[in-house]
């Protein structure tokens, strides 16, 4: 997404930008003023942060959570609009326009210099990206947490959520709470080359396929995530779920637990 964006908007001049969520903005130096008149530079992806580079080297991070969508409109929206958290009016009448859905507004953008956004803990504190090529696995899952849990922690690897969690550890056929420690040579370089492929998969599909202005809802191509009942894609057993407050954690007991289903609670152990 973030390189169909930049292609669409590099070169463009912005001729203002306005923030209308209460709290989306989370930055005050420089100001969101000084983005009038610069030129777009592109927009890169880290992690799961979108940064928009502005001429003079300012940068435009954006997080949008679980909820946000960053998109370029031909037309400009109205600032009444309720989904609406920033605009980016550029001055050929188009708009980058920070929407969120939902009533929480936990998405969030800061306007930062190159030494901010260098220096920056939601930057700094980043593991390496899991896409296109990150590091051996075993040494940088090499913790007494589950996969499910270090795959997501972004301070480990980049760019993983809960969705693509599920489909990589299913395709791996290993069980989301297998510890990161106990974890062999070869479960972890299968583990590597499982995520490189899952995700190159992801963003080609969305290469050949989208195109702005980008949908609400991105085509996923899920196989276990959100199949809570339905046939495992590789055994036929019907996929089974662990249910906690704000998400659910799919998987497939024949493939990736030994056939025991996981206790659905909190704290989640193998039945026994």
Not at 2 to 20: C, H, I
């Amino acid at each position: 997404m973030s390189r169909l964006l930049g292609r669409a908007v590099a070169g463009s001049q912005v001729d203002s930008a306005l923030v209308t969520g209460i709290s989306t903005l989370k930055s005050f130096d420089p100001p969101l003023t000084a983005l009038t008149g610069r030129q777009i530079s592109g927009m890169r992806r880290r992690g799961k942060h979108l940064i928009v580079e502005f001429e003079g080297e300012l940068f435009l991070l954006i997080h949008l959570m679980s909820a946000g969508r960053f998109q370029l409109f031909e037309k400009r929206g109205s600032i009444r609009d309720k989904t609406s958290r920033l605009l980016v009016r550029l001055s050929d009448g188009r708009e980058l326009r920070l929407r969120e859905f939902g009533t929480r507004q936990s998405c969030w953008a800061k306007l930062l210099a190159s030494d901010g956004l260098e220096s920056e803990a939601a930057v700094a504190t980043l593991g390496p990206e899991a896409w296109p090529d990150p590091p051996p696995f075993r040494p940088l899952l090499e913790h007494p947490r589950p996969l499910h849990s270090l795959l997501r922690d972004q301070r480990v690897i980049a760019g993983i959520g809960r969705s693509w969690a599920d489909e990589i550890l299913h395709q791996a056929m290993l069980s989301p709470f297998k510890r990161g420690d106990d974890l062999t040579e070869d479960e972890a370089e299968r583990l590597r080359d499982v995520t490189v492929a899952v995700l190159g998969e992801t963003i080609g599909l969305y290469e050949r396929v989208l195109k702005v202005p980008i949908p609400d809802k991105l085509p996923l191509p899920l196989k276990v995530h959100h199949h809570i009942g339905q046939p495992c894609p590789r055994c036929g057993t019907p996929i089974q779920a662990v249910h906690f407050e704000d998400h659910d954690m799919c998987y497939c007991p024949q493939c990736q637990t030994g056939g025991k289903p996981l206790k659905d609670r909190r704290l989640s152990r193998l039945l026994k």
